[in-house]
């Protein structure tokens, strides 16, 4: 009789990192894991961590010695922790965090059962667990998952991610993911059809694809050309859409993380044609001064972002923009600040993330000079966020009495007197929501639903059919 042991994963960062977590899961349960709430109860503490931003690895760390609290007393049960973090700082992590088992690399995820089978075999030897933890880290990362990975939804059943590519070949000079997950890999346009129809299989109405930068998909490619018109090129985003459109019956894809010099008219039109494809994009601007872009190496200014917003408004005029905006960054003056207020007042951008800047060790920009103190930074996050809820109350309001497709998500995490789901124009863990006061409804299903009132960031409405 085969014995099965329990296991607790926490997954930190970004739905792509989550993907890497669903993948860890699949490669366990074939080694008769199953997962448990209670960390009290698993052999297995599983953190897989982000390492792109201080605040990530200081809550990464924090949340590693919350659990190293469970071995104290049990040398049999493995704390292993995974992920960006790990491949950023491995060997440091190794030197400060003893009360870890296993150590494990991006590119090492996917030996997961095998390097636990190493390590608990080696506890039972000794009958304690060893004083240095172990180690298991490739560099830089080169790894790319593909369909054959078993991967086990940690999303609800309705919706996932498509993650497309793995690296990137922007150099961003405030950003360490190409130094952590190496130069732009796509995976081709079959193998992503294969995991979308297993996917669609599983009962996922919403697939959200996914990359560091969707727009640089197949950039990497050499050598396979498609046929587009009166001249060949290489697999794209586009290309792609269209065969997904084409191949599975998934009625809603949402397109997160495109970089803005690289959102073609062609994607547009393909949206404006294919009302399967959300009127949602995610598109990072981060400043829109010209200086502080040019600091930050993006390859655009404000008059490229003003033709972007113009384009898209003009091909997809209900078309939902999010977008994330940089304050602090170095050499930012109260200019560059007025600038940023005085767009975001002009285009009322529907969803807003905002970071106060942070110099990460080993980026290009932790040298410049200008760094902008904390409590500046801070201060000016708080105007633009301040603006920004002002801007979302508005914009909220023009979906007043308008019937709009719902997917529900379940009942709401406010009150269960109340059901929750959201629009097209809403993403998932990121955006605002609709709380459904009248009517039923399964996780899952997709209805009309009629908005009957807003709040700063929510919509409130009631079934219709």
């Not at 697939?207 to 930068?213: F, K, M, T, Y």
């Not at 586009?238 to 019956?249: C, E, I, M, P, S």
């Not at 930050?296 to 408004?313: A, K, P």
Request: proline letters at 5%; a negative charge; charged letters at 25%.
């Amino acid at each position: 009789m085969t014995v099965q042991k329990k296991m607790h994963l926490t997954s930190l960062g970004c739905p792509k990192n989550l993907v890497d977590s669903e993948i860890m899961l699949g490669l366990l349960e074939l080694e008769n894991y199953s997962t448990v709430e209670d960390p009290a109860e698993a052999e297995l503490l599983l953190i897989n961590t982000c390492g792109f931003i201080r605040p990530a690895v200081e809550e990464a760390v924090d949340k590693i010695l919350e659990l190293a609290e469970y071995t104290q007393d049990d040398p049999t049960k493995k704390l292993v922790v995974t992920g960006c973090m790990v491949q950023r700082y491995g060997k440091e992590l190794q030197k400060e965090l003893p009360e870890v088992d296993i150590f494990v690399g991006i590119d090492e995820e996917k030996n997961i059962a095998s390097l636990l089978t190493e390590r608990t075999e080696s506890i039972e030897s000794t009958e304690k667990r060893p004083d240095t933890p172990l180690l298991f880290l490739h560099q830089p990362s080169t790894y790319l998952a593909d369909s054959h990975a078993p991967r086990r939804l940690a999303t609800p059943f309705f919706r996932s991610y498509l993650k497309i590519t793995e690296g990137c070949n922007n150099r961003c000079t405030y950003c360490m993911i190409p130094a952590i997950r190496g130069d732009l890999r796509s995976r081709s346009v079959q193998d992503l059809l294969v995991e979308a129809k297993s996917l669609e299989q599983k009962g996922v109405k919403e697939l959200s694809l996914i990359a560091q930068d969707l727009t640089a998909y197949g950039d990497d490619f050499s050598g396979h050309l498609v046929k587009s018109g009166a001249k060949d090129k290489k697999d794209n985003l586009v290309t792609l859409l269209r065969q997904l459109l084409a191949q599975t019956d998934i009625p809603w894809f949402r397109l997160l993380y495109l970089y803005p010099s690289s959102v073609s008219a062609e994607l547009l039109e393909l949206m404006a044609e294919q009302p399967r494809i959300l009127p949602y994009l995610d598109i990072p601007f981060q400043h829109v001064s010209d200086p502080v872009l040019q600091r930050m190496g993006r390859r655009y200014g404000q008059q490229e972002l003003e033709q972007l917003i113009s384009m898209i408004r003009q091909i997809l005029p209900n078309c939902a923009l999010r977008t994330t905006m940089m304050v602090g960054f170095p050499g930012e003056t109260e200019d560059d600040v007025h600038k940023l207020l005085d767009c975001l007042q002009r285009w009322q951008i529907d969803h807003l993330g905002v970071f106060p800047y942070e110099a990460e060790q080993g980026s290009v920009a932790a040298d410049f000079a200008g760094q902008v103190d904390k409590e500046r930074g801070e201060e000016r996050f708080a105007r633009v966020m301040a603006l920004q809820a002002e801007i979302s109350t508005q914009q909220l309001k023009q979906y007043v009495g308008k019937k709009e497709p719902v997917l529900v998500e379940g009942v709401s995490q406010e009150t269960d007197l109340l059901l929750e789901g959201r629009t097209r124009y809403q993403a998932p863990d990121i955006d605002g929501c609709v709380l459904i006061n009248d009517g039923t409804a399964r996780p899952g299903d997709i209805l009309t639903v009629e908005i009957t009132e807003t709040h700063t960031y929510d919509l409130v409405g009631r079934i219709i059919h």
